[in-house]
């Protein structure tokens, strides 16, 4: 659990499958906390797995203004489609909280992800570094960057 502000909270845990999924919640009334919504981090995902879980350190949240605040969560995750077959991926999955300045309206939106490769193997040394509007997402000893604004255009490995 990560404290958002004295009436939020994030959570980060597993869905019923199996699956990552982080969760806002409100406490706005401490004896009746109740879920805001969660993330469905790939609906699709035979499997899924984030050091963030275990490790505070593999998450990176950044207070970004008054009503909205930054974090990321790396995930690997198996998919099985009919074009691929079976493949697993490392992804660093960004969202935004806004609307923390009233709780009963707050919102968890996904706003993209950056694809990762490992190539050296399992590796579970995940971080990430927000600097203004750009990303870098470090996957063992590989680095990739893209822009929060458009996720999808990423450089790397470096």
């Known amino acids: 659990m990560h404290p958002v502000n004295n009436e939020l909270l994030l959570g980060l ?17 401490i004896d009746a906390p109740y879920s805001l919504g969660a993330s469905s981090i790939e ?3 035979t499997w899924s797995y984030s050091e963030a879980r275990y490790n505070r350190h593999a998450s990176t949240y950044q207070a970004f ?8 969560i790396p995930v690997s995750l198996g998919l099985n489609d009919e074009i691929n077959g079976y493949t ?14 009233n709780s009963i309206n707050a919102s968890m939106d996904q706003v993209g992800h950056i694809n990762a490769s490992n190539t050296h193997g399992w590796d579970d040394r995940h971080r990430t570094i927000f600097h203004n509007d750009a990303v870098f997402f470090i ?20």
Do not use: C
């Open 13 to 29: 845990g597993q869905s019923k499958g199996g699956l990552v999924k982080p969760e806002l919640f409100t406490i706005a009334d």
């Open 43 to 45: 609906a699709g995902a």
């Open 65 to 72: 203004d008054d009503g909205t605040d930054r974090f990321s």
């Open 88 to 101: 697993q991926y490392e992804r660093l999955y960004m969202f935004e909280i806004n609307g923390k300045d």
């Open 139 to 158: 996957n063992g000893t590989s680095v990739w960057s893209a822009l929060r604004t458009d996720p999808s255009q990423q450089n790397g490995p470096y």
